[in-house]
């Protein structure tokens, strides 16, 4: 997948192809949930593409409410050939997988983000190289990012290092997993409550929002429990000389400081342009038999 993302990027950006692989194709967009990258960049790039993509908001379509998961899973799928669905709950996506006749992707739930991980790892292929042997240090909130990383970083041969307040520690059966994937690619995968410990000699210092859409009741609280856990200069003099920022956006100034977010070493505008190509890549792989022709990179 990363792999022809970055081909559909080098010949599309770079090398000013017209590549017209989803022509004749439509997409179903369903939002619960608002967002500027993963709207923008499945419309924008689905169309670059020749298909049609469609938006649904909650005003359109009221997931499991005027009608059942079941009955729009089958509506969607005789109308169009795939579904993006960003969500509140895992559990719709997993009704609609089960019920439709086409794919249907995770634009986010509250258990797992994995497209925005693709751009993560994108933005990390392009600028070191290789993914194999990088650690990644991830301080913050044990959410949906987080518990896509966990389940994919060792798959690529990469450490994981995560720093959580007491309370907001990922979810323990991904963790078991998490575990489990460390030990078979041979990896290490460490959980604390120490921010400077999980950024110590990393590669890549990641955070993302402390409160999620659907917490804001938990603001105050959440707030007062991840004092320290600001992403600072003085956490990236513990990393490893060569390190870099990344942040899914939008940041909020508690999460990450100025100084880093806007640095030179911080990601976080390459990584959000990625999240165009990356989902690209994921529609072509669905939809279509194209082939990369650009050399395979070192991943």
Known sequence: MLWL?????????????????????????????????????????????????????????????????????????????????????????????????????????????????????????????SLKGLTLSWIGDGNNILHSIMMSAAKFGMHLQVATPKGYEPDPSITKLAEQYAKENGTKLSLMNDPLEAARGGNALITDTWISMGQEEEKKKRLQAFQGYQVTMKTAKVAASDWTFLHCLPRKPEEVDDEVFYSPRSLVFPEAENRKWTIMAVMVSLLTDYSPQLQKPKF
Request: aromatic letters at 8%.
């Open 5 to 129: 993302s970055a081909d559909l990027k080098f010949r599309i950006k770079q090398k000013g192809e017209y590549l017209p692989l989803l022509q004749g194709k439509s997409l179903g967009m369903i939002f619960e949930k608002r967002s500027t990258r993963t709207r923008l960049s499945t419309e924008t790039g689905f169309a670059l593409l020749g298909g049609h993509p469609c938006f649904l908001t909650t005003q359109d379509i009221h997931l499991g409410v005027n009608e059942s998961l079941m009955d729009t899973a089958r509506v969607l799928s005789s109308m169009t050939d795939a579904v993006l669905a960003r969500v509140y709950k895992q559990s719709d996506l997993d009704i609609l997988a089960k019920e439709a006749s086409i794919p249907i992707i995770n634009g986010l739930s509250d258990l797992y983000h994995p497209i925005q991980i693709l751009a993560d790892y994108l933005t990390l292929q392009e600028h070191y190289g």
